[in-house]
T-cell receptor, first 106, second 119 residues
Framework: GIQVEQSPPDLILQEGANSTLRCNFS?????LQWFHQNPWGQLINLFY?????KQNGRLSATTVATERYSLLYISSSQTTDSGVYFC????????WGAGTKLIIKP | KAGVTQTPRYLIKTRGQQVTLSCSPI?????VSWYQQTPGQGLQFLFE???????NKGNFPGRFSGRQFSNSRSEMNVSTLELGDSALYLC??????????????????FGEGSWLTVV
């Protein structure tokens, strides 16, 4: 089955810093989504991005399907960005990466 | 519009008991999927229902079951609870199908989850 690897596993930054999170996947996919899980467990969908680039405020994502990776960019980090960021690929059954735990210090 | 609603939010059960969790998807969404999240195993897919039919199933024992009703609401049941079933159970819904799907893709939306503790 498809393997999903996320890096780095942990990331600690000061407020205001920029960050790049990476998601590698082992096979062609037609569905890739990025999620943020806050400290209370709520999973929020950030992007549906099987290919191309999208931006939403301080967040943007790029997926290069031919090279089987996706990047999530967070600019001007805020403490509310803390949590775990997941990449998931698939269609009816999403395969999840292990996540990147992001801590933003004030 | 209302998001995905899961009930109950928190519950404590004893080993050997059974539990039923409920999920109301976003209005108009026909697909409901369930996930189990534990610190050790991460997010694992349980099953997915579409129009009252189970389309996909993860690698969980038969103690885990689910169903979907005609109004797309879904329930999952875990029988003969074990300590290892303690987890956050997440429900997600998506539209899937038709013109709207081409705009939204298969974007899925999660509920807040049900925290189950088995003692």
């Amino acid at each position: 089955g498809i393997q999903v690897e996320q890096s780095p596993p942990d990331l600690i930054l000061q407020e205001g810093a920029n960050s790049t999170l990476r998601c590698n996947f082992s096979d062609s996919v037609n569905n890739l989504q990025w999620f943020h899980q806050n400290p209370w467990g709520q999973l929020i969908n950030l992007f549906y991005i099987p290919s191309g680039t999208k931006q939403n405020g301080r967040l943007s994502a790029t997926t290069v399907a031919t090279e089987r990776y996706s990047l999530l960019y967070i600019s001007s980090s805020q403490t509310t960005d803390s949590g775990v960021y997941f990449c998931a690929v698939g269609n009816y059954q999403l395969i999840w990466g292990a996540g990147t735990k992001l801590i933003i210090k004030p | 519009k209302a998001g995905v609603t899961q009930t109950p939010r928190y519950l404590i059960k004893t080993r050997g008991q059974q539990v039923t969790l409920s999920c109301s998807p976003i209005s108009g969404h026909r697909s409901v999927s369930w996930y189990q999240q534990t610190p050790g195993q991460g997010l694992q897919f349980l099953f997915e229902y579409f129009s009252e039919t189970q389309r996909n199933k993860g690698n969980f024992p038969g103690r885990f079951s689910g169903r979907q009703f005609s109004n797309s609401r879904s329930e999952m049941n875990v029988s003969t609870l074990e300590l290892g079933d303690s987890a956050l159970y997440l429900c997600a819904s998506s539209y899937q199908g038709g013109d709207r799907d081409r705009r939204e893709g298969n974007t899925i939306y999660f509920g807040e989850g049900s925290w189950l503790t088995v003692v």
